[in-house]
């Protein structure tokens, strides 16, 4: 079992930055890859980010490719997501997810989400 939590959301302006946490217990963290996504309302989940078993890769949706950075910290146990040069279209939930395999394909568990807000 793996327990997500995710922290860091708000209300910004566009132009701004955020940066979001995930932290997990469970299963020995680093032995998983991890992932962001979001979804708005009305809209499918899409996927942002991920970073692969041990942190070796990152993969980032070309949408946010250049912006939004996602590193690991395993003496933690927290992935993080900064984001940059926000704008409205970045406004969903943000969920964070762990897939048991080398990278993030299908997660096996999620985060309840938190909500970022990007103002115009």
């Known amino acids: 079992q793996v327990q997500l939590v995710e922290s860091g959301g708000g209300l910004v302006q566009a132009g701004g930055s955020l940066r979001l946490s995930c932290a997990a217990s469970?299963?020995?963290?680093?032995?998983?890859?991890t992932g962001w996504f979001r979804q708005a309302p009305g809209k499918e989940r899409e996927f942002v980010a991920s970073?692969?078993?041990?942190?070796?890769?990152?993969y980032y949706a070309d949408s946010v490719k250049g912006r939004f950075t996602m590193s690991r910290d395993n003496a933690k146990k927290t992935v993080y997501l900064q984001m940059n040069s926000l704008t409205p279209e970045d406004t969903p939930v943000y969920y964070c997810?762990?897939?048991?395999?080398?990278?993030?394909?299908?997660?096996?568990?999620w985060g309840q989400g938190t909500q970022v807000t990007v103002s115009s």
């Open positions: 997810a762990v897939d048991l395999g080398a990278i993030v394909q299908v997660p096996e568990y």
């Open positions: 469970g299963r020995t963290f680093g032995s998983y890859a």
């Open positions: 970073i692969s078993r041990y942190g070796g890769n990152t």
